[in-house]
Every structure is written in structure tokens, then in C-alpha cells.
């Protein structure tokens, strides 16, 4: 079974240039997120959707940040004007929908350097 | 909200030895899950341990964690450290969807 694939795995901008990221989940998973995971920090929810619809993205820098996932399969997180604060691992992550517990399966991410 | 507390950023221990990572969390919701993750050099974060029942003992991989709730705690244990265990883990928690992680604890494991 293949896993949740990212790309590009790695991204280096200059400040004010823009990004996307792509994410293809496991096969059959309905839910997705995107997480961002500056270094040697914890991973940080920024977005989920469940199929096309954005669940919760109170986290995501709605000014410079957005995401997509408009049929509920692929999605795409873009950054339209990048910031040295910017620079971390953007992970994707997808799982079922279950109520009591929840397993995330991640991919390897993208690895962003703002310069 | 939600938070995930690991006290330690490095953990150095030697080859053979025990290792222990705490966890400790706040939660206002009574119906959660906790995990443990693992995330080895250049790559994705996986799942190590889950439990949802309190004081249960859960197992895999040679580690080791029980769920306390009377003290919001789920540490994570090795009896017998592996060189092969220097990694970063996380402890996360969830009551509905996605994960609340801390903030990690590198473990170092040296000959």
C-alpha cells in the first residue's frame, strides 16, 4: 500500500516568493491535514479538511496561507509571500474518520528554507 | 485547549541502559486518545504506541507506557536502550480529529 506522498521535498525561496506544497493521501483516507513543524519543534496543525470541505483551519495565516482540496482526494498548501519565519517542515498527514482515536499516517514533507 | 508537555529536549543514555521520556498533558475532554511518536532522521513521524485505557500498560517495540489519568501523565520507557532508538519522540493526544503534539525530546543513544 503505498503511504502519503509529498512534494517537492525540499523548497528554498527569498522572502516574498511563493510556494506550494502537494499532498496525495493514502488511498481512501477522507481526511487530510497539513502540519508545520519548525525545527526541533513538535508538528503544528495548521488545516484539515474531510473530503473537499476545510474542518478547522483557525491555525493557518489566512493573510499569506492557503489550502485546498477540492475533490476531496489530492490537496495543495500555498504560501503566496514567503517569510524567514516560514522556514519549517510542512507535513501532510491523512487518516480515517473515527470518533475515539485517531492514527495519522505522515509523509516525509517538505523541508522549506526562507532566505 | 489542549496541551502536551514533554520536559526534556535531550536525552543522552548509553547503550543498554534504561531510557524514560515524560509526558504529561491538560485536556478538558474525558474521551481521548494518546500516542507516542517516533520520527527517525529525514523521516516522517510514526506511530510507536497508542492507548486510550487508563492505567493500562502498552507495549511495542520494546517501549513501554501506561496511561495514569489521576496524573495526566503517559510516560514513555525502554528497559534496554538500542543504539538504533536515537530518534526524535513526540507525545501527542487527541479527543477528536488531529493531533496535539509536544514539543519532542531527542534521545541519543551512544555506545
Known amino acids: 500500500e503505498a503511504g502519503v506522498t509529498q512534494s517537492p521535498r525540499y523548497a528554498v525561496l527569498q522572502e516574498g516568493q511563493a510556494v506550494s506544497f502537494w499532498c496525495d493521501p493514502i488511498s481512501g483516507h477522507d481526511t487530510l491535514y497539513w502540519y508545520q513543524q519548525p525545527r526541533d519543534q513538535g508538528p503544528q496543525l495548521l488545516v484539515y479538511?474531510?473530503?473537499?470541505?476545510?474542518?478547522?483551519n483557525s491555525q493557518l495565516p489566512s493573510d499569506r496561507f492557503s489550502a485546498v482540496r477540492p475533490k476531496g482526494t489530492n490537496s495543495t498548501l500555498k504560501i503566496q509571500s514567503a517569510k524567514q519565519g516560514d522556514t519549517a517542515t510542512y507535513l501532510c498527514?491523512?487518516?480515517?474518520?473515527?470518533?475515539?482515536?485517531?492514527?495519522?499516517?505522515f509523509g516525509h514533507g517538505t523541508k522549506l528554507s526562507v532566505l | 485547549g489542549d496541551s502536551v508537555t514533554q520536559t526534556e529536549g535531550l536525552v543522552t543514555v548509553t547503550e543498554g541502559l534504561p531510557v524514560k521520556l515524560n509526558c504529561t498533558y491538560q485536556?478538558?475532554?474525558?474521551?481521548?486518545?494518546f500516542f507516542w511518536y517516533v520520527q527517525y532522521l529525514n523521516e516522517a513521524p510514526q506511530v510507536l504506541l497508542k492507548?486510550?485505557?487508563?492505567?493500562k500498560r502498552t507495549e511495542h517495540q520494546g517501549f513501554h507506557a501506561t496511561l495514569h489519568k489521576s496524573s495526566s501523565s503517559f510516560h514513555l520507557q525502554k528497559s534496554s536502550a538500542q543504539l538504533s532508538d536515537s530518534a526524535l519522540y513526540y507525545c501527542a493526544l487527541t479527543y477528536a480529529q488531529g493531533l496535539t503534539f509536544g514539543l519532542g525530546t531527542r534521545v541519543s543513544v551512544f555506545p
Open positions: 479538511f474531510r473530503d473537499e470541505a476545510v474542518i478547522d
Open positions: 485536556t478538558t475532554y474525558l474521551t481521548i486518545a
Open positions: 498527514a491523512s487518516s480515517f474518520w473515527t470518533v475515539s482515536s485517531e492514527r495519522l499516517f
Open positions: 492507548s486510550s485505557t487508563d492505567n
